[in-house]
């Protein structure tokens, strides 16, 4: 390998580790009025995840808790007092199908989880309450919109704790429906009433998340409480939760997806493919576009990540592209390698961003360790069954 190649492979492992940095979400909520919050990054496909082995992960992050894999899927468990888990996938899909297999996890006072949701807090929802084992709830909300409480369905399910069933959910910009072993239990429309007429229907590029945690613990409210069924027993330990199989299907074949502007609107939502800069060749974004498609013949990061061959090197990597796109790569170099110092910086400032909110969550007592996920979601209750008085549930 000539010295003129080595410089292009050292060039590429900058840009790479750049690219990768990307899958660290933000906390950023593009519908604030002064955010100006990065581009997710896309699915752009379609794939079958099976949770009976690790998964990648440079494509999920378990942000709380851990998972136990079995022969026959992931065991989402909560072991010890107030433990709870939390899994989200690194991409979004911009409208699509989220198809989970899901034993619940049986309890009073515990929620298993599987839901989409957006940056800006469009959400589509799978819930279990544990003490409650032939059921299932969907819902959804509009950015984080919880004036009223009336969007919740109830549908029966049996034996939900010890057999897999199929919960789906397919949503376009048309309409949202939740499948449950083939059959459809239930449709909303972009308009109508219950979405505001469109303006709370969950439009914005959203992430798995899949959850199994408690929320009958001391201090919560009377609604809360009643919502999960009481408190937790934690003589019963452990909860667990198991998903044999998610599958993901992204409506869109992009590389990232973009707000412009503040609306969250579907329509603000910019699919970005590949080359996005009409500075021409002086903008760092074009060059790292370009090498991007070189690399990954116009995949997504994601699409890129789930197709590879296992640990190919750089320089394999290189021997795979054709004499054409050495060339063009080649020409790039020179320019990759000024542009190199910058995107350093730029990837020391990401990484500083994140180091700190990584500290921000390490650094917090039980109920600052619960998720945004969790703390929206209790808020939400509160602000919807608040007002009730509390029945203790019979197991
Ligand atoms: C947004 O920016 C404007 C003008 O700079 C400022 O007055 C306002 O307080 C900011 N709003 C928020 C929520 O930060
Ligand atoms: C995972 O499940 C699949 C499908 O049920 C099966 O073919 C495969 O052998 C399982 N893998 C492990 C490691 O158990
Ligand atoms: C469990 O949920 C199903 C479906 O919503 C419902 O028919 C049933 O009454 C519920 N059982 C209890 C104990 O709440
Ligand atoms: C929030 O929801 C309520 C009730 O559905 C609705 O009246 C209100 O307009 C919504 N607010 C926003 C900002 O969409
Ligand atoms: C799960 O249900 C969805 C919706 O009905 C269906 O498209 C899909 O094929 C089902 N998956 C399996 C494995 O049967
Ligand atoms: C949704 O739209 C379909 C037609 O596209 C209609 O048949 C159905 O009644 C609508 N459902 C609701 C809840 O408005
Ligand atoms: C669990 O959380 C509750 C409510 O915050 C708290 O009162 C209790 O002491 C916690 N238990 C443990 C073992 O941390
Ligand atoms: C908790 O569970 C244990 C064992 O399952 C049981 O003996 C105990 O009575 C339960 N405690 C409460 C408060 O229900
Ligand atoms: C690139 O173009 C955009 C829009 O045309 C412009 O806003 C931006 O300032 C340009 N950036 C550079 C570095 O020239
Ligand atoms: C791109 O995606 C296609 C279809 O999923 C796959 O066959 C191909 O191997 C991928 N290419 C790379 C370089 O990942």
């Not at 750049?18 to 100006?36: Q, R």
């Not at 440079?58 to 808790?65: H, I, R, Y």
């Not at 599958?247 to 603000?268: I, N």
Request: charged share 20%; proline share 3%.
């Amino acid at each position: 390998m000539g010295i003129l190649s080595s410089a292009v492979l050292i060039a590429l492992g900058v840009f790479l580790t750049v690219a990768n940095a990307e899958y660290t979400g933000t906390d950023c909520n593009p519908t604030d009025s002064n955010s100006s919050c990065s581009a997710d990054p896309a699915l752009g496909t379609e794939h079958t995840w099976l949770f009976n082995s690790t998964l990648d992960s440079k494509l999920w992050d378990m942000q709380t808790g851990s998972i136990d894999y079995t022969s026959e899927g992931a065991d989402f468990s909560i072991k010890t007092e107030n433990a709870s888990t939390l899994l989200v996938s690194n991409f979004y899909i911009f409208f699509g199908v989220m198809e989970a297999h899901v034993k619940m996890a049986k309890g009073a006072g515990i929620i298993s989880s599987v839901i989409l949701q957006s940056d800006d807090l469009d959400e589509i929802d799978w819930e279990w309450v544990g003490y409650n084992t032939s059921g299932v709830q969907s819902d959804f909300f509009g950015k984080g919109n919880t004036t009223t409480s009336d969007r919740g369905g109830n549908h029966a399910v049996s034996n939900a704790d010890t057999e897999f069933h199929n919960y789906t959910s397919y949503w376009d910009k048309d309409r949202l429906e939740w499948w449950i072993d083939g059959d459809l239990v239930r449709t909303v429309n972009y308009s109508e009433p219950l979405t505001v007429y469109g303006k709370n229907y969950p439009q914005t590029p959203c992430q798995v998340k899949v959850s199994n945690w408690p929320v009958g613990i001391k201090g919560q409210s009377v609604g809360n409480l009643e919502w999960g069924g009481g408190y937790v027993n934690w003589t019963d330990v452990p909860f667990t939760m198991t998903v044999s199989k998610i599958r993901v299907q992204d409506f869109h074949s992009g590389k990232e997806y973009k707000y412009t502007g503040h609306t969250g609107s579907y329509e603000s939502i910019e699919v970005i493919r590949y080359v996005q800069s009409n500075n021409g060749t002086s903008s760092p974004r074009f060059w790292k576009s370009l090498l991007m498609i070189v690399l990954s013949s116009g995949n997504s990061t994601a699409q890129a990540e789930i197709t590879k061959k296992p640990a190919k090197t750089l320089s394999q990597k290189w021997n795979d592209l054709s004499e054409g796109a050495h060339i063009g790569v080649y020409v790039g170099a020179a320019v990759v390698g000024a542009l190199a110092v910058g995107a350093l910086t730029w990837f020391c400032i990401k990484q500083r961003r994140n180091g700190r909110l990584q500290r921000a969550l390490d650094d917090g007592s039980y109920n600052a360790e619960l998720s945004t996920l969790e703390q929206t979601k209790l808020r939400w209750r509160q602000s919807e069954l608040g007002r009730r008085d509390y029945q203790p549930v019979q197991n």
